[in-house]
């Protein structure tokens, strides 16, 4: 029912975001937690990774049972001002670290552009 999804805080583009998981994946709820160019710092800073993944594991593991993590990015963001490529491959790093550190949760990049179409970059299943 719940799933998680960590983004910018960009305005333009969490409710794009909330609405594309709700619409193409099984869940109900889109537990999001939001920084500033949120993967740039998951890839840069390993407290930064830390305190996102205490979050994710809290809330919205252990008391909502969600199995599956969203990590995404966007065009044009002022928290990681950075070509559309370079943005990309953090988002799938920032999957990977995630996925290593937390294996039983499904992890997703995404990647939305200006005009709000959503690509999606990298999917780990859940090891069981
Ligand atoms: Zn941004």
Same mark, same amino acid.
């Given at each position: 029912?719940?799933?998680?999804?960590?983004?910018?805080?960009?305005?333009?583009?969490?409710?794009?975001?909330?609405?594309?998981?709700?619409?193409?994946?099984?869940?109900?709820?889109?537990?999001?937690?939001?920084?500033?160019?949120? =993967? &740039? /710092?998951?890839? #840069? %800073?390993?407290? $930064?990774?830390?305190?996102?993944? @205490?979050?994710?594991?809290?809330?919205? =593991? &252990? /008391?909502?049972? #969600? %199995?599956?993590? $969203?990590?995404?990015?966007?065009? @044009?963001?002022?928290?990681?001002?950075?070509?559309?490529?370079?943005?990309?491959?953090?988002?799938?790093?920032?999957?990977?670290?995630?996925?290593?550190?937390?294996?039983?949760?499904?992890?997703?990049?995404?990647?939305?552009?200006?005009?709000?179409?959503?690509?999606?970059?990298?999917?780990?299943?859940?090891?069981?």
């Amino acid at each position: 029912m719940f799933c998680t999804l960590v983004c910018c805080m960009d305005g333009r583009f969490i409710h794009i975001l909330n609405e594309y998981i709700r619409n193409n994946y099984r869940y109900t709820f889109v537990d999001t937690i939001t920084d500033a160019g949120a =993967v &740039n /710092k998951i890839v #840069s %800073d390993e407290n $930064f990774l830390r305190s996102i993944e @205490d979050k994710v594991v809290l809330i919205s =593991v &252990n /008391k909502h049972k #969600s %199995d599956h993590i $969203f990590v995404a990015g966007h065009s @044009d963001c002022a928290g990681c001002q950075t070509s559309d490529e370079t943005q990309k491959k953090y988002i799938c790093q920032a999957a990977q670290k995630m996925h290593t550190d937390l294996p039983h949760e499904a992890v997703t990049g995404l990647f939305v552009y200006e005009n709000g179409e959503i690509e999606v970059l990298v999917d780990y299943d859940i090891d069981n």
